[in-house]
C-alpha cells in the first residue's frame, strides 16, 4: 500500500453484531516509512457508517529485514442492527509515503516470520 492508495476487504454479516472489542492482528511486511489509516466501516447499500478509525507510523525493520512485524489493536465498536445485505467493511489507506508497496498485509503467514491478519469480533 503506497502513497493514497486503499484496499479494502468486505463481509457479509449474517446477524446482528453486538457492541463490543473487536481484536485486529494485522501483521505486515513495512518496506518504506508510512503512515497507515485503519477503517471498520458497517456498510448498508451505498452508505458507510464508520465503526472505528486509527492512524499508525510504521518504519521498516532495520538491516534489510522483510519479515513481518507483530501488529495488533483491539477496537471498541457499536452494535451493527444487521439487514439483509449489510457489510463489514476494513479498509487501510497508505499515506506520507514514497513506495507504493510501503505496507504489506503479510499473507505469508509463518514463511515470514508473523501471522496471517485477521479480526476476532466480539
Not at 471498520?40 to 452508505?47: D, F, P, Q, S, V
Amino acid at each position: 500500500m503506497g502513497p493514497g492508495g486503499s484496499q479494502e476487504a468486505a463481509f457479509k454479516l449474517k446477524a446482528i453484531q453486538p457492541a463490543g472489542t473487536y481484536h485486529f492482528v494485522l501483521d505486515a511486511v513495512i518496506v518504506k516509512p508510512v503512515d497507515v489509516t485503519f477503517d471498520l466501516l458497517w456498510r448498508r447499500g451505498t452508505t458507510d457508517t464508520p465503526l472505528t478509525s486509527w492512524t499508525v507510523h510504521y518504519d521498516p525493520l532495520p538491516g534489510g529485514n522483510f519479515d513481518a512485524q507483530p501488529l495488533e489493536y483491539d477496537k471498541d465498536c457499536a452494535e451493527i442492527p444487521t439487514m439483509t445485505g449489510d457489510q463489514l467493511v476494513f479498509r487501510y489507506t497508505g499515506a506520507n509515503t514514497t513506495s507504493l508497496e510501503a505496507y504489506i498485509p503479510n499473507g505469508d503467514g509463518s514463511h515470514a516470520n508473523g501471522r496471517i491478519p485477521y479480526i476476532e469480533l466480539p
